[in-house]
T-cell receptor, first 115, second 112 residues
Framework: GAVVSQHPSWVICKSGTSVKIECRSL??????MFWYRQFPKQSLMLMAT?????????EQGVEKDKFLINHASLTLSTLTVTSAHPEDSSFYIC???????????FGPGTRLTVT | QKEVEQNSGPLSVPEGAIASLNCTYS??????FFWYRQYSGKSPELIMS????GDKEDGRFTAQLNKASQYVSLLIRDSQPSDSATYLC????????????FGAGTRLTVKP
C-alpha cells in the first residue's frame, strides 16, 4: 500500500505552547489529506479535510483557529495545535487519499501530551 | 442513528475459528467500503476494500457487501492470536468531499 509518514511520532509540550505535526505522502501525490484525533478507547474522529492549495474544511465543533492546517504541496500537510491545553492531549493521525483507488492510507500517528 | 454502526464487542474466538465482524451504514449513496485493523496504540491499517455487492476474498479475509441491506461484513478464517485487534468499518461517499466515516470498531480477541 501507499506510504504516509508523520513527524514527530510523539511530543510532550507545556500548556500554552504550540505544536506542529507534519504529514507526508512518500510515494504518491495527495491532493486531499485528512486529520483525525483519537482519544483512548474511542473511535477515530475526523477533524478536518486538507486540500492542496485551498483552505481546509473543518468538522463541526473543531476550532479552525486552534487547529491550523496548511496543505502547501501535494505531499505535505501540517497541523498546528496552537495554545495547547491538557485536554488537547490525544493521538493525532493523518491520512491521504490514493485517488485512483479511493483507498485512504494512514500515517503512523502522533501522540501529543500537554502538561 | 450513527452513520456507521458496529458491535463494539469484545468478540472472542478460539484460534483456528472463523471470526465474523459486522457493520451497517445509514447513507444509501455510500459507494466505497473498507475494513481497517488497528492494534492498540497504533494507527489503522487498511486490510480490505470492497465496492460492489457480493464477496471479495484476500487470503484469510473475506469482505461481504449487501447494498440493499446497507450491510458489510468481514470474515477472518483460521483466526490467529496476531489477529487480535480492533477492526474498523469505514464508508466513503465519493460525492461528499471523499471523506470517510468510521464505525466505533469491534475489538477481536483470538485465544490460543
Amino acid at each position: 500500500g501507499a506510504v504516509v509518514s508523520q513527524h514527530p511520532s510523539w511530543v510532550i509540550c507545556k500548556s500554552g505552547t504550540s505544536v506542529k505535526i507534519e504529514c507526508r505522502s512518500l510515494d504518491f501525490q495527495a491532493t486531499t489529506m485528512f486529520w483525525y484525533r483519537q482519544f483512548p478507547k474511542q473511535s477515530l474522529m475526523l477533524m478536518a479535510t486538507s486540500n492542496e492549495g485551498s483552505k481546509a474544511t473543518y468538522e463541526q465543533g473543531v476550532e479552525k483557529d486552534k487547529f491550523l492546517i496548511n496543505h502547501a504541496s501535494l505531499t505535505l500537510s501540517t497541523l498546528t495545535v496552537t495554545s495547547a491545553h491538557p485536554e488537547d492531549s490525544s493521538f493525532y493521525i493523518c491520512s491521504a487519499d490514493l485517488t485512483r483507488s479511493y483507498e485512504q492510507y494512514f500515517g503512523p500517528g502522533t501522540r501529543l501530551t500537554v502538561t | 442513528q450513527k452513520e456507521v454502526e458496529q458491535n463494539s464487542g469484545p468478540l472472542s474466538v478460539p484460534e483456528g475459528a472463523i471470526a465474523s465482524l459486522n457493520c451497517t451504514y445509514s447513507d444509501r449513496v455510500s459507494q466505497s467500503f473498507f475494513w481497517y485493523r488497528q492494534y492498540s496504540g497504533k494507527s489503522p491499517e487498511l486490510i480490505m476494500s470492497i465496492y460492489s455487492n457480493g464477496d471479495k476474498e484476500d487470503g484469510r479475509f473475506t469482505a461481504q457487501l449487501n447494498k440493499a441491506s446497507q450491510y458489510v461484513s468481514l470474515l477472518i478464517r483460521d483466526s490467529q492470536p496476531s489477529d487480535s485487534a480492533t477492526y474498523l468499518c469505514a464508508v466513503k461517499n465519493l460525492n461528499n468531499n471523499n471523506d470517510m466515516r468510521f464505525g466505533a470498531g469491534t475489538r477481536l480477541t483470538v485465544k490460543p
